[in-house]
């Protein structure tokens, strides 16, 4: 069977490269016999490899699930309940979209996200978002659209009783992926068969139900770890509340361990309100926070809006373990989250917000990385999106946001959050927020969401190849 147009282009590179690499080796013994034996040693020969301009790709979360079909049977496969909206973005001529194909577990239709090739490797990004309300499943969800990668951190998910959390991993490439999740919850690590060599098919998403694992668990954070093929991995939470739908909403991936950690664009409304009936202790916001190290960690949680207005709370996190901070008669607003520590740790928020069916939503709200100095976004369809600008530097970013013909400038202070309405479903530019964290959140009469802004995509660059 003949490699795929994608398989080919993965492996140019590194054949050119290898390829070249002979040749010179090649060419430097000759060389060696007619000028190595002088008593000043010659410069080894080189040559400068190019690599090939690549299609750029990213994955988007899917569709809304529940284990179950249409009809309410077969409860071990998991089924689309409704379609997400995809907004896209590209520094390229077009994005094209396809749909990876779902396993014997279902899938949610995840949308695979390309930007062909031209003279250099283009950007792409997008986001999707997505109301639902089928049922006992009913509420906002968003998500950012991601790289594939060997590894992610899921902060968030639930098994307690009405509580589904289903992990899809999402394998783009043209080869098998096996995944390891690793588990960890209020009382350490998770110990469970089925947790290692999940074997994903190649352009296919599995469901895994977190449930399969650990039951009655209000706190988890999965570690997604893969070899061979690349995953983009995501996980849905969905809420009933004692029979009644208490929320859905998708988290997105967040920031590998470290000693700063941001969270922007987390949406707080309603708190006290959201709080009230039977089976509502987890509808209290919280920071949730995992150290995977073997230390303690001593953490200080900066709270701020873009009103200039915040506080601070202290915190320690047992290593191994789970540990959910609450966040108490905090205002409605939107804020920006920084978490620093003495260990390395994984950071999320979550809160719950009224809707206008007496009902509560679900937001989860992941850390995000720093961005470069140009980065491109799109924002799926919602009610009321806000974007966040937080700026951990020193000095004082001056950004620029592009829309179309349309620009706004925003300065965001050191150690500040700026917040400010951006449109839906158009490509966003942002030029000068090198080293600044971004997100989008959502509120609304149907709910709260929310997704970080991913940096740009890392680009081969030109390499030096000796003997």
Request: glycine share 12%; net charge negative; with cysteine.
């Amino acid at each position: 069977m003949s490699a795929s147009p994608r398989s080919v282009r993965r492996w140019v590179v590194r054949g050119t490269a290898t390829a070249v690499a002979v040749v010179v080796a090649a060419g430097a013994v000759t060389a060696a016999h007619a000028i190595g034996t002088e008593s000043t040693p010659a410069r080894p020969a080189g040559r400068t490899v190019t690599p090939v301009p690549a299609d750029a790709e990213r994955v988007c979360a899917g569709s809304a699930l529940r284990l179950s079909d249409d009809s309410g049977n077969d409860a071990t496969t998991a089924s689309t309940v409704g379609s997400a909206t995809v907004a896209t973005a590209t520094t390229g001529s077009t994005v094209d979209r396809s749909t990876l194909g779902s396993s014997t577990s279902g899938g949610s239709a995840p949308q695979l996200l390309t930007a062909p090739a031209g003279r250099t490797t283009p950007q792409v990004a997008g986001s999707s978002a997505q109301t639902v309300s089928s049922g006992d499943l009913v509420g906002f969800g968003a998500a950012s659209c991601d790289d594939p990668g060997q590894s992610t951190w899921l902060v968030g998910g639930s098994t307690e009783t009405g509580r589904t959390s289903l992990v899809t991993l999402s394998n783009p490439t043209d080869v098998n992926a096996t995944v390891d999740l690793a588990v960890y919850d209020a009382s350490g690590t998770v110990t469970a068969p089925g947790t290692t060599g999940i074997v994903v098919a190649p352009n296919t998403q599995k469901v895994v139900p977190l449930s399969g694992f650990v039951s009655g668990q209000g706190s988890t954070v999965v570690h997604v770890t893969s070899t061979g093929g690349q995953i983009v991995a995501h996980m849905q939470e969905s809420i009933v509340r004692t029979l009644v739908p208490g929320g859905y909403d998708v988290v997105s991936g967040g920031a590998a361990p470290s000693t700063s950690q941001i969270i922007p664009a987390v949406v707080l409304r309603g708190a006290q309100e959201a709080q009230r009936g039977d089976d509502a202790a987890d509808a209290a916001p919280i920071v949730r926070l995992f150290v995977p190290g073997d230390e303690a960690a001593r953490v200080t949680l900066g709270i701020t809006t873009a009103d200039g207005g915040g506080s601070t709370v202290n915190a320690t996190a047992e290593p191994g373990v789970v540990t959910d901070v609450a966040l108490d008669d905090f205002p409605d607003g939107r804020y920006s989250f920084t978490v620093t520590s003495t260990q390395p740790l994984v950071a999320g928020a979550r809160t719950t917000a009224p809707t206008d069916d007496d009902r509560t939503d679900l937001g989860w709200f992941a850390s995000a990385e720093p961005l470069g100095d140009d980065a491109i976004t799109a924002v799926a369809p919602g009610r009321d999106p806000e974007l966040s600008l937080v700026n951990p530097t020193r000095s004082d970013a001056q950004v620029t946001i592009r829309s179309g013909d349309r620009e706004q400038e925003v300065t965001v202070a050191s150690g500040a959050t700026a917040t400010v309405s951006v449109p839906t479903s158009t490509q966003l530019e942002l030029v000068g927020a090198a080293g600044l964290v971004a997100g989008v959140g959502y509120d609304g009469s149907d709910g709260i969401g929310g997704f970080p802004v991913r940096p740009a995509t890392d680009v081969s660059t030109p390499l030096r190849v000796y003997p």
